[in-house]
Structures are given as C-alpha cells and as structure tokens.
T-cell receptor
Framework: QQQVKQSPQSLIVQKGGISIINCAYE??????FPWYQQFPGKGPALLIA?????SEKKEGRFTISFNKSAKQFSLHIMDSQPGDSATYFC????????????FGSGTKLNVKP | KAGVTQTPRYLIKTRGQQVTLSCSPI?????VSWYQQTPGQGLQFLFE???????NKGNFPGRFSGRQFSNSRSEMNVSTLELGDSALYLC????????????FGSGTRLTVV
C-alpha cells in the first residue's frame, strides 16, 4: 500500500507563478520528510527536507509546509522557472529506519515560459 | 567530489536470464540502498547494505539480492528475469549517521525482452 500519497500527478504553471505539490501520510512513526527533484535520465536529487518538529522550512525559492496534526506536508516553489520543469517526489522515513524511504508517486511539473 | 556511480547505464536482457548491477558510493559513505523505479509503481525500496551486511529489506521476491564489499561498493543481482523487472534501478549512498546526504546515482535502465 502507498504509505505516502502525493498529488497532483501533473502540474502546469506559468513562469513566475507558484507551484504547490501536496503529500499526506498515515504512519506517525515517520520522522524525516524530504523532497526530491528528478530530471529525465538522472537520479532523484535532494531539494529540501523537514522534520515534524518544524512547521515550515525555506531554502531559496523552495518552501516545505508541514502540518503534523493533519499528517500532511507540501512543497511550494515560488517564482517558478522553466528550469524547474521536472518530476518531484515527496518521501518519508522512520527514526529507527532512516535510510529506508517511502516515496510518493511523483508530480510532473511543467513551467511554461 | 565524485558522485554515486552506477554501471552499466543501460542493459537489455532476455527473460529467464540473470543480471548484476554495480554501484560505487560516494567516498566515505558506508550505507548503500537500492530502489526500483517504474512508471506504475514509482520508487520502491529494495534493500540497504551497511558494512557488508543487509540492514533493511523491502517487499521484493528472493530473485532480487545484493551484496556489499569491504570498500562499500555494492552489487545487485536479479535472477530468472521477468518482463516486469524492466525498470530504472537506482542506488543511493549515505553517511552512517542519518538520511542527510542521501545521494542517488543516475541509475541503470534494465529492459527485459
């Protein structure tokens, strides 16, 4: 069963707009929530990550919002650029098993110039 | 600093054959994890090796196996290949202490015909 649910499956945003991708989980043992970016022909690359004791984390144009009570977290990409066009994955891992990641199904982002 | 190196990049095999994929982690990284990526199932955890020992295992049949050598390099083997084993196989390495720095290679694209 999918332990981390991700939406939407695909997203089209105009250049300069905000891209928002959402993820939800059920297992409260999850302790670490990273977001990965993957370009065609490449492996996923870590973008930004958060732990559940923090409600928001920002790195440049990328922000994670985390709602522990709702068991949801989201990625916001501000001022989206064509170069951001890629597939984005949310993931989660447990404190006692931190190198085993459960990935969302991915969101294909297309930023129109 | 060299990244995670996976060889070969592409592979075509026939049903029933076996295949071995190789992963060289980032220097100093002692944990190596393997994932299978398919359009239908997304990224799924296969197993993790640390100090030559399998530390974690996903829900894959026994046809999928791996090992790690004393220099942290890892190999993954799939026996009796099935058409459904066609996928991108990704390797990720990380430091001992946690998921930070979890870095993926570009993967090996396996096609089973």
């Amino acid at each position: 069963q999918q332990q981390v649910k991700q939406s939407p499956q695909s997203l089209i945003v105009q250049k300069g707009g905000i891209s928002i991708i959402n993820c939800a989980y059920e297992n409260t043992a999850f302790d670490y929530f990273p977001w990965y970016q993957q370009f065609p022909g490449k492996g996923p690359a870590l973008l930004i990550a958060i732990r559940p004791d923090v409600s928001e984390k920002k790195e440049g144009r990328f922000t994670i919002s985390f709602n522990k009570s709702a068991k949801q977290f989201s990625l916001h990409i501000m001022d989206s650029q064509p170069g951001d066009s890629a597939t984005y994955f949310c993931a989660a891992s447990k404190k006692d098993n931190f190198n085993k990641f459960y990935f969302g199904s991915g969101t294909k982002l297309n930023v129109k110039p | 600093k060299a990244g995670v190196t996976q060889t070969p990049r592409y592979l075509i095999k026939t049903r029933g054959q076996q295949v071995t994929l190789s992963c060289s982690p980032i220097s100093g990284h002692r944990s190596v994890s393997w994932y299978q990526q398919t359009p239908g199932q997304g990224l799924q955890f296969l197993f993790e090796y640390f100090s030559e020992t399998q530390r974690n295992k996903g829900n894959f049949p026994g046809r999928f196996s791996g090992r790690q050598f004393s220099n942290s390099r890892s190999e993954m083997n799939v026996s009796t290949l099935e058409l459904g084993d066609s996928a991108l196989y990704l390797c990720a390495s990380s430091l001992v202490g946690g998921p930070r720095g979890y870095t993926f290679g570009s993967g090996t694209r396996l096609t089973v015909v």
